[in-house]
């Protein structure tokens, strides 16, 4: 058997961090089993969905390096396949015509409520009902037998009965299909054989089941992955900060970061590692190490992990990536001495500040007028030799010599040795005319 696995998001905007987990695991799944990844679009809500935002997830993924086998297809442009197979249900007899108003269903749920019983569809009047003439919706009618059990892969066995659910709608009057229809029919159709998906699904998988046996269908298997929660243990959401995939992007990080951050979220290495590469991920990902319980999204784990993700990237492959955020010509050197210091691609251009910005201070003009000879009688590359000499003729050393040099050529009391920080400027000053060199700097510190 050939491990089929599909990703379907609602096109409604940019892709959501729990959203790219649930992808990040299919994915994961399929490339361990050597199987295919499908990307379905289920866009039926046509209030909601649009191609902009359809383009805005595909972008997501492709940004993730998630890529897929086949696909994407688009749920709207499958509703023959939805009304054929609907026929099908009503010829069969378990499925049935709903005549019924909203302003009749209101009056049967307030009913209900009023003899505290759960507001199943009542179908008295409507079941033996054969004409198709008018507006009308088609239910599914619950069978006597309606209990499921599934063993859900990470949740084990979950069963509902009957009594829980009443006859549901598989067709709306305005001939789009419900969620629950379409997801079984796309799912057959494309003969997917795992369906791993959010915890929020769990209770459709009742209806589900119900209509894989009615069709005489093969039932997949289902695992139904943890919430993703904030750092106040409630569903993660924009009050928590970035959620989408795009905003991470625009902040500074990076895919494969992203990529192994989330895959935590839940799943576990074998070896307990926490940062490890595509390839690791998917030779050991399995849906047992699937943990049920909620994963919390830590904002400072993923940008300390961002970090160690550019702190082992080349400059030259850093560079192209920075440049998005922040280019100048003299930015490859630069990444090579402040790549350590900083988290996020954004971060690059704050701690590169000290070469672009520069605000002379207070200093001692004796010490200024020393560090400006040995500038301009020996250059700025060999700063080793140059504080040594600095020791001799002022008679300072540690940090009385080394923070008013720092302050009076970088600007800033912190930032890289001046070791590597001092040349970059040198060099900086020699190809950007917005740049001051470090005997500029100095000279306007003794004006």
């Known amino acids: 058997m050939t491990v089929r696995v599909r990703f379907a998001p609602s096109p409604t905007g940019h892709l959501h961090v729990g959203g790219a987990r649930t992808a990040i695991f299919n994915w994961l799944f399929a490339k361990h089993h050597n199987g295919k990844f499908i990307l379905r679009i289920e866009d039926t809500d046509i209030a909601r969905s649009t191609r902009e935002s359809e383009q805005m997830v595909l972008d997501d993924l492709r940004w993730l390096g998630l890529q897929w086998d086949e696909g994407p297809f688009r749920q709207s442009e499958r509703t023959s396949l939805y009304r054929a197979v609907a026929d099908q249900l009503l010829e069969k007899g378990v499925a049935y015509r709903c005549y019924c108003t909203e302003q009749e269903l209101e009056e049967k749920r307030k009913q209900a409520e009023k003899e505290d ?5 009542d179908l008295t009047h409507w079941y033996n009902r054969r004409d198709d003439d008018g507006p009308h919706a088609i239910r ?19 069963t509902w ?22 997801v079984v029919v796309d ?9 791993i998906r959010a915890e929020e699904h769990l209770t459709n998988t009742h209806r589900q089941v119900l209509i894989y ?24 959401s924009k009050r928590h900060g970035a959620t989408s995939v795009s905003a991470y992007a625009d902040e500074g990080f990076l895919p494969d970061a992203m990529v192994n951050y989330l895959t935590l979220l839940g799943w576990s290495a074998p070896d307990g590692r926490d940062i490890f590469s595509r390839e690791y991920a998917i030779e050991h990902f399995s849906l ?5 319980a909620a994963a919390v999204f830590d904002p400072q784990k993923f940008e300390w992990m961002n970090g160690q993700y550019i702190h082992a990237m080349s400059t030259e492959e850093l560079r192209p990536l920075v440049a998005r955020f922040f280019d100048v010509p003299w930015l490859t050197e630069g990444i090579d001495v402040v790549k350590t210091s900083v988290h996020r691609l954004t971060q690059f251009r704050e701690a590169l500040r000290f070469v672009t910005d520069y605000t002379p201070p207070q200093i001692d003009r004796s010490f200024a007028e020393a560090v400006a000879n040995e500038l301009r009688m020996h250059g700025a590359e060999d700063v080793k030799a140059m504080t040594e000499r600095l020791k001799n003729t002022t008679g ?10 720092r302050l009076m050529i970088t600007g800033m009391d912190h930032g890289p040795e001046l070791v590597r920080a001092i040349p970059l400027l040198q060099h900086a000053s020699e190809v950007d005319p917005n740049v001051l060199s470090p005997l500029e700097r100095v000279e306007r510190c003794i004006r």
Do not use: C
Not at 140 to 158: A, K, S, Y
Not at 228 to 236: A, E
């Open 396 to 405: 300072l050393k540690g940090k009385v010599l080394f923070q008013p040099l």
């Open 213 to 236: 046996r009615a069709l005489g269908w093969a039932v997949p298997e289902f695992a139904h992955v943890s919430l993703i929660l904030g750092q106040d243990r409630t569903k993660l």
């Open 161 to 182: 009965k009957k009594e829980s659910l009443g006859d549901f709608i598989l067709m709306r009057s305005d001939g789009l299909p419900t969620y629950n229809f379409s």
């Open 187 to 195: 799912d057959h159709d494309m003969g997917i054989t795992h369906v």
């Open 288 to 292: 047992d190490r699937l943990n049920p």
């Open 117 to 121: 019983r759960p507001p199943h569809y």
């Open 140 to 158: 599914f009618h619950v069978p006597d037998d309606g209990d499921v059990t599934i063993n859900d892969q990470i949740r084990g066995e979950v």
